[in-house]
C-alpha cells in the first residue's frame, strides 16, 4: 500500500548526504529503485523492496556479462534475482505491503557509506506492531560480494512464528546450525547457476530466539523484544571452480573494508557547494553514482548507458562513457578510468573489423557495443502505429571514433601515464587517425566527411556535421603530434609503432594535411557555423513551445518531418566547443551559443549539462543556473520516474564537468594547471579535490573572488585568471579572480569565425 508523500523526495531535513524516499508509490516504484541502487562496478542492484512488490524489479546486474536479447544478433547484460530477496510469513501469511497496515516506510541512501537503509514499520492482522531494518550494500573493496544484514522485531504482543524462504530462483544447497548455538542461529546457503557466469552462491546466517535446525524454508519463533536477524553474503564467481578469498572474510569485516574504502574515496573526490543545498545533494548523487560505476577490472568491463541500475539500452557502451563519465573519473579515480580505457583496447580488433567490412582502414568503434566490442546497435524500432522506423545510428554515427580518442588524451595528459600510452593508447589513437583519413573524401581542393549522423540525432546521412569535422580534425593532427614527438625522442618505438599500426613514413605530414583541409562549415558573416551543410535552409520551427509543454518534438512530429526542420535534439556544434574549447574565440561561442540554445530540444540527458558548463564560461548567470537546476533533476526530480530504466550516468557526469570544469573553470595541460571561476548567484563557495599527475590538488573557491589552491605531491604550476604560481605542498597560494574574466580573456587570438 502506498504510504507518506508517494512522489516527495525528502531533502529538507535529511541532509546533503542523504537520499530519503518516503511511501511507496507503484507509478514511480522502479524509478526509486534505480536512483537508490548500490553498485561497485561489478555488479549493481536495484532498491527493490526485499520481501518483494508487484512494481518491482528486483534485480541485480552483472558487468561485462552479456547474454541473448530480442533477437540472436541483440544482447543484453546479464540480470540475476536480486539475492537480499527473502520470502516471509507470519504465522502462515505471506508478508508483503498490502497484506500489513504501514505506519511508515523510509528507504535512504548514505551516500557517504554507499549503503541502502530502510526502515519499515507496520501493523499486522493481528495488531502486532513490527520494525523491518535493512542495509544493503555493494563490497567496494570485495568487489564479488553484496551484503544484507536484516532485523525484523516484533514490538508488541504475542509471540509470533515467522517462516523465510529463498526466491523460487534459488536451489537451496545446505544448511546448517551455527557452532554452539544449534537453537538460536542457523546458516543456510543457496546457489543459482548463471551461464555464462559461473555461479551466484548466497550464505545467510538467521538468529532469532529459536531457530529450526537446517532446512529450507528456515522457521524461526519470535519473542517481543527479540529481534529476528539476518546476515546475507553474496559471492559472485565469474568461473565454476572459482572461490574468492573474501568468502572466507566475515561480514563485519567486508563492511569495514567497504567503509574504509568508501571514506578514502570521497577525501579524494567530494565537491563541496555553499549556498545551495540542492545542487550539492545532486553533485554527491553523481559523484556517489560515478564512483561506483567502474571496477579496476584491466580492461574486463566498461560503463553502460545507464551504469548497472536498470535495463535501458540492454546495459550497452556508448561514446556517452567516454566524453562524460570517464573525464571525472580521471580525476577522481583515475585507475577506473584507465581499466574504461583498457576495455576499449581489448576491442579494437572488433573495431578494425567494423571498419574493414564498411570498406575503411584504421578503427571505427561500434555505436553499441558489448563485450566483443562488435556493433550491437538495434536495425529498427516499431512505432505507436505498429510501423518499422529504421535505425542509421550504427551505420552513420561514427564520431565514436572520435570519443574514444579524446578520452585516452584526456587521461594521458591528466595523469602521465606513459605506460598506458605505449601498450594501449597509441595503437588505439594512430587507428582512429587512419579511419578518420580514409572516411574523410577529397572535394573542391579540401576533405568532407559525408553521409553522418552527429550528436544531434534528429538529422540522419548529413553532410559536413559541424562536430564531426571537427573532432575528426582534432583526432588526425592529435595523432599527428604523438606520432612526431615520438619520432624525435624515441625514433625506434616510433618505428615498432608504425609497424605494428601499419603505417606508412610521413603518415603524420598527411593527416595533418587532411586536418587542416576539412571543411569547416562557417557559412555566415557573423560566424555561426552551420551544424551541416544545408541546415540553414532548413524550416523554421518554434522550439520552446516544445519544450515548454513538456513534449518531445521528434516524437510530437514524427521521424520525417524532423528532418525538415531547424531543430536540434541536443549541442552539437556546441558540443564541439566544450570538448575543444580552445579552438574558439569567446566572441563566436557566445554567437553560436545565442543561436543554437533556442533551437535545442534537449531530449537528451546529455544537452542540459553542456549548456551548464557553456553558460558558466560565457558568464552568463541565468541560464548557468537554469541548466544546472535541470539537470540535477534528471534522475532526482519528478518522483524518479526518468530514472526508471536506470540512472542517467552520462548527465551526471556532465554534472560534475559543469561545476568542474563550467564553475571552476578548471583546465589543464601536460605541464600546469588552471582556474578561470565563475560562481553564479547563491553559490557562496565552491571546493574540490582532483588528481592530476600523480599529485592531490584541494581548491577552495569563494564568491568574494579568492582561489586558495593546496597540492600533495610534486609542485606544480597554477594559473588563476591571469596570475601564475608554484604551487607546494609547503608552499599553498591563495589567488584573486575577477568572475568576468573568462579562459579566454587573457589572450584571444582568435578571430571570429571561431578558428585560430
Not at 562496478?41 to 561485462?64: D, Q
Not at 625522442?489 to 587532411?514: H, N, S, T
Not at 575543444?580 to 574565440?585: E, G, T, V
Amino acid at each position: 500500500m502506498a504510504t507518506g508523500a508517494p512522489n516527495k523526495l525528502i531533502v529538507h531535513d535529511a541532509g546533503t548526504w542523504r537520499i530519503v524516499r518516503e511511501g511507496v508509490d507503484p507509478g514511480a516504484e522502479r524509478g526509486v529503485e534505480a536512483a537508490l541502487a548500490v553498485s561497485n562496478g561489478a555488479f549493481g542492484v536495484r532498491a527493490a523492496l526485499e520481501e518483494g512488490n508487484p512494481a518491482s524489479n528486483p534485480i541485480m546486474i552483472v558487468a561485462g556479462v552479456y547474454v541473448p536479447a530480442d533477437s540472436p544478433a541483440q544482447q543484453t547484460l546479464l540480470s540475476l534475482p536480486d539475492p537480499a530477496s527473502v520470502r516471509v510469513s507470519i504465522d502462515g501469511r505471506q508478508l508483503d505491503l498490502a497484506s500489513v497496515e504501514t505506519v511508515s516506510h523510509v528507504r535512504t541512501l548514505d551516500m557517504a557509506g554507499a549503503e541502502l537503509h530502510r526502515a519499515w514499520t507496520f501493523v499486522d492482522d493481528a495488531g502486532r506492531t513490527w520494525r523491518w531494518e535493512s542495509t544493503r550494500l555493494a563490497a567496494a573493496a570485495d568487489v564479488d560480494r553484496y551484503l544484507c544484514r536484516l532485523a525484523l522485531t516484533l514490538s508488541d504482543g504475542t509471540a509470533a512464528e515467522v517462516t523465510l524462504a529463498p526466491p523460487d530462483a534459488f536451489l537451496p544447497r545446505y544448511g546448517r546450525p551455527v557452532s554452539g548455538e544449534p537453537r538460536r542461529a542457523v546458516t543456510v546457503a543457496h546457489a543459482i547457476p548463471a551461464p555464462p557466469l559461473g555461479s551466484l552462491e548466497v550464505v545467510r546466517r538467521v538468529e532469532a530466539a529459536s531457530v529450526e535446525p537446517a532446512g529450507a524454508p528456515t522457521r524461526v519463533r519470535v519473542e517481543p523484544g527479540a529481534p529476528l536477524r539476518m546476515e546475507m553474503v553474496a559471492s559472485l564467481h565469474r568461473e565454476a571452480a572459482e572461490r574468492p578469498q573474501s568468502e572466507r572474510r566475515p561480514f563485519d569485516e567486508l563492511l569495514r573494508r567497504h567503509q574504509d574504502a568508501w571514506r578514502e574515496r570521497w577525501s579524494i573526490a567530494d565537491v563541496t557547494i555553499d549556498g545551495d543545498d540542492e545542487l550539492q545533494r545532486a553533485v554527491r548523487f553523481a559523484l556517489y553514482h560515478l564512483l561506483s560505476a567502474a571496477t579496476e577490472d584491466g580492461g574486463r568491463t566498461s560503463i553502460s548507458a545507464r551504469n548497472l541500475s536498470g535495463e535501458a539500452y540492454h546495459g550497452h557502451v556508448f561514446w556517452d562513457t567516454e566524453v562524460f563519465v570517464l573525464p571525472p573519473l580521471t580525476f577522481t579515480r583515475p585507475g577506473a578510468a584507465r581499466s574504461c580505457l583498457m576495455y576499449r583496447h581489448r576491442t579494437l580488433p572488433a573495431a578494425k573489423e567494423r571498419a574493414r567490412a564498411l570498406g575503411y582502414q584504421g578503427a571505427l568503434y561500434a555505436w553499441e557495443s558489448t563485450d566483443t566490442g562488435e556493433d550491437r546497435t538495434p536495425h529498427s524500432v516499431v512505432l505507436p502505429d505498429g510501423s518499422a522506423l529504421r535505425i542509421l545510428n550504427g551505420e552513420q554515427e561514427h564520431h565514436i571514433s572520435a570519443a574514444v580518442p579524446y578520452a585516452l588524451m584526456k587521461y594521458w595528459r591528466a595523469t602521465g601515464d606513459d605506460a598506458f600510452m605505449r601498450e594501449c593508447g597509441a595503437d588505439m589513437l594512430l587507428q582512429c587517425a587512419l579511419f578518420w583519413c580514409g572516411r574523410a573524401s577529397p572535394v573542391r581542393g579540401g576533405y568532407e566527411i559525408r553521409n553522418v549522423i552527429g550528436p544531434d540525432e534528429y538529422h540522419t546521412g548529413v553532410d559536413n556535421n559541424a562536430y564531426t569535422n571537427a573532432m575528426a580534425a582534432w583526432v588526425l593532427r592529435e595523432a599527428a603530434s604523438y606520432l612526431s614527438r615520438l619520432e624525435a625522442k624515441e625514433p625506434a618505438v616510433a618505428d615498432a609503432l608504425r609497424v605494428r599500426a601499419g603505417i606508412a613514413g610521413g603518415a603524420a605530414q598527411e593527416w595533418r594535411r587532411i586536418a587542416e583541409a576539412l571543411v569547416r562549415s562557417t557559412s555566415r558573416d557573423d560566424g555561426i557555423v552551420e551544424q551541416f551543410d544545408g541546415f540553414f535552409g532548413l524550416e523554421d520551427v518554434d522550439v520552446a513551445r516544445y519544450r515548454r509543454a513538456g513534449v518531445p518534438i521528434d516524437i510530437a512530429m514524427g521521424p520525417a518531418a524532423i528532418q525538415r526542420m531547424r531543430a536540434v535534439k541536443q549541442a552539437d556544434v556546441l558540443m564541439s566547443a566544450a570538448l575543444l574549447p580552445d579552438a574558439w574565440s569567446e566572441a563566436a561561442l557566445r554567437r553560436n551559443f545565442d543561436y543554437y540554445e533556442p533551437l535545442t530540444a534537449h531530449t537528451s540527458s546529455l544537452s542540459p549539462p553542456t549548456h551548464a558548463m557553456l553558460a558558466a564560461w560565457l558568464r552568463d548567470d541565468e541560464r548557468c543556473r537554469a541548466y544546472l537546476e535541470q539537470t540535477a533533476r534528471i534522475d532526482l526530480g519528478d518522483g524518479f520516474r526518468g530514472a526508471a530504466g536506470g540512472v542517467h550516468i552520462a548527465a551526471l557526469g556532465g554534472l560534475w564537468q559543469a561545476i568542474i570544469f563550467g564553475l571552476a573553470g578548471f583546465s589543464f595541460d601536460e605541464a600546469s594547471v588552471a582556474f578561470d571561476p565563475f560562481l553564479p548567484r547563491g553559490i557562496d563557495r565552491l571546493g574540490c579535490t582532483l588528481r592530476w599527475r600523480g599529485r592531490l590538488l584541494r581548491v577552495r573557491i569563494e564568491a568574494g573572488g579568492t582561489v586558495a589552491v593546496q597540492v600533495t605531491g610534486m609542485p606544480c604550476l597554477v594559473r588563476v585568471n591571469h596570475v601564475t604560481r608554484t604551487v607546494s605542498a609547503d608552499a599553498p597560494a591563495v589567488f584573486g579572480f575577477d568572475h568576468a574574466v573568462t579562459r579566454w580573456s587573457a589572450v584571444d587570438q582568435k578571430d571570429g569565425s571561431g578558428h585560430a
